[in-house]
C-alpha cells in the first residue's frame, strides 16, 4: 500500500455554510463565465457581466467576494490565457520541486490535505466486483457533487449541473460496473464538507482518498496531487515525470479518467500554450475551479 500526503491550509475565504447558497452562487457565477469566454475579446464592462448571470453590479460583486474572495474584475483577470501562462511559469519544475519539498513543505500553504492509497491491480481488473460503494449527491462551489466512499476512504468525486445528476452517477459506475453501489448522503454528506469546507483543511486530519485504476492511471493521479494550488503543469511534463516521455496522449486519457475530480487536481493540467484543453465534466466548471483557487492565494 502506498501513502501520500499533500496539504492546503484554510484560507479566509471559506464556502458559505449553506451548501445550497453555494450551489446558487455557482449557477449565476458559470453564466457569468460563460458569458466572459464568449465575450472576452471586447473586454466587457462588470454592469454587462453582472446582467449575464441575472444579478446586479452591487450583487455580483458581492457574490465573487462571498464565492472565490475575488471582485469580479479580478476573477476575470484569473480566466485569462496571460493568468494561464503564470499559471504554467516553470511548470517543467513544478512537479520536481514538489517531490523535493515533500508535499507538506512551505510551498504548499494552499492545498487540502490528502493521504491515499491505490488499489491493486487484481480489484481493478475485477471491476469493482466486492466492493460496495456509498454515494450521495451534494451541493458544491462547482454544482452538485456527487461523491463516493468506499470503505478505505474517497473514491470517487464528480460534478453536474441541476437535472445531470444521474447521468453523471452512470458515468462515475462505468468505472467499477461490478461493484455494488448505496446511497447514502450521511456518509458521502461528511466527505463533501471535509472537501469543500477549507476550514476543515488540516493536517492533523488528512482526507483519505483511495486510487481505483490501472498502474499507469494511478502513477498520473498520484503525480497530479503534486501539482500545488496556483500553478499548472502540461501533459508532457507529467508524462515526463512519469518515464514516459513520449506518451502525452496517454497522459491526456490517464487525466480525463481521473475519478476523484478536484481532489485530485486534473483542472490544473493546461495546454503548453496555456490553453484549457479539456475537462470531463466541462470547461466551464475547470476555468471556475481555477478562478476560486486564484481567490484561495490571493490573486
Not at 503543469?233 to 480525463?256: E, F, K, L, Q
Amino acid at each position: 500500500m502506498m501513502t501520500l500526503t499533500k496539504n492546503l491550509a484554510p484560507s479566509d475565504s471559506c464556502i458559505t455554510d449553506a451548501p445550497g447558497a453555494a450551489l446558487r452562487d455557482y449557477d449565476a457565477v458559470r453564466r457569468a463565465i460563460a458569458f466572459i469566454s464568449e465575450n472576452w475579446r471586447s473586454q466587457p464592462p462588470i454592469a454587462a457581466m453582472a446582467d449575464s448571470a441575472g444579478v446586479t453590479s452591487d450583487e455580483l460583486h458581492h457574490l465573487f467576494r462571498r464565492w472565490a474572495g475575488l471582485t469580479p474584475k479580478l476573477f476575470m483577470q484569473a480566466l485569462t490565457l496571460d493568468h494561464a501562462k503564470g499559471l504554467l511559469r516553470n511548470s517543467a519544475s513544478v512537479l520536481d520541486a514538489a517531490l523535493d519539498s515533500g508535499l507538506s513543505g512551505p510551498g504548499r500553504l494552499h492545498d487540502l490535505f490528502v493521504t491515499h492509497e491505490a488499489m491493486s491491480p487484481g480489484e481493478w481488473k475485477n471491476g469493482g466486483s466486492g466492493m460496495k460503494l456509498a454515494f450521495g449527491f451534494h451541493p458544491s462551489p462547482f454544482g452538485i457533487a456527487i461523491v463516493i466512499a468506499s470503505d478505505r476512504g474517497l473514491a470517487g468525486l464528480a460534478f453536474a449541473d441541476p437535472g445531470e445528476e444521474q447521468t453523471a452517477l452512470a458515468d462515475m459506475k462505468r468505472r467499477w460496473p461490478n461493484a455494488t453501489y448505496v446511497e447514502d448522503a450521511g456518509r458521502t454528506g461528511a466527505l463533501a464538507q471535509r472537501v469543500f469546507d477549507t476550514r476543515l483543511w488540516r493536517a492533523d486530519q488528512p482526507l483519505r482518498v483511495v486510487l481505483i485504476g490501472t498502474d499507469f492511471e494511478v502513477r498520473v493521479w498520484q503525480t497530479l496531487l503534486r501539482i500545488p494550488m496556483g500553478k499548472a503543469t502540461t501533459y508532457s511534463s507529467i508524462a515526463t515525470n512519469v518515464d514516459r516521455p513520449n506518451a502525452s496522449r496517454a497522459v491526456g486519457a490517464a487525466v480525463g479518467k481521473n475519478p476523484v475530480s478536484f481532489v485530485v487536481p486534473c483542472h490544473r493540467v493546461l495546454g503548453k500554450s496555456g490553453a484549457l484543453t479539456g475537462y470531463h465534466w466541462g470547461l466551464t466548471r475547470k476555468q471556475a475551479m481555477l478562478g476560486w483557487e486564484a481567490g484561495q492565494i490571493g490573486l
